[in-house]
């Protein structure tokens, strides 16, 4: 966005790698290395900009921590265009609006990353252009950051009614996306300019297309 003048002012040196993949950045100059404190600050500093802090999707070995906003980050731009149909990013948790003490004044919507916060009438015939928040659950990534910004108490988070299972490792959630999407013949076997890869990766993805009950090889002689 900065190089098409439309980056939105907030602050860039802020989105985190770790372990090897840090070692990696730092030695070929793309990434700077930064002590705990100095890391600590960075996520505070993040925190005060309302910006959406997510890490890798793991639970051990964490590569990254992003902190980004919802107007330049190209993956928080994806969820807006795309969540409905498949969440990249998602927590165990989901914010819940408290009709008695929300008095629609669009703080989470404003704030909201991937516009899952909107205002509808509230329903009070004593007020009638009274708003209350209304959630769009099929977009929201449970980032917590209209919790955040709410002033008079009037969202709260609670636990989603289906828990997403995170995957151990990075090794562990390539396999499952692999497997997710059909391309598990395609991980393995990843080097297309070589015939017999193409032909393998042929031949498993057609077994992985078969009904479980099919999916056994003829016993030898």
Known sequence: MEHVHKACGNPLDNCMTFNSTACSLIKH???RQVDVEEGMNLLQESLGHNLVQFGENVREQVAFICNCC???CEALLAAKRFALLSPIATTNFLPEVDRANCNGCGQCVEACPVEAMGLVSAGDPRQPKRKR???QQDLCLGCGVCVRVCT???LSLRSRAKRVITPVTTAHR???MAIERGKLQNLIFDNQAHWNHRA???ILGAVLKLPPSN???????
């Open 200 to 202: 393998m990766a042929a």
């Open 70 to 72: 919802g107007c330049c």
């Open 174 to 176: 390539t396999v499952l």
């Open 152 to 154: 008079r108490n009037g």
């Open 133 to 135: 928040a209304k959630l």
């Open 215 to 221: 999916r056994s090889w003829p016993a030898g002689r």
């Open 29 to 31: 100059g793309i990434a």
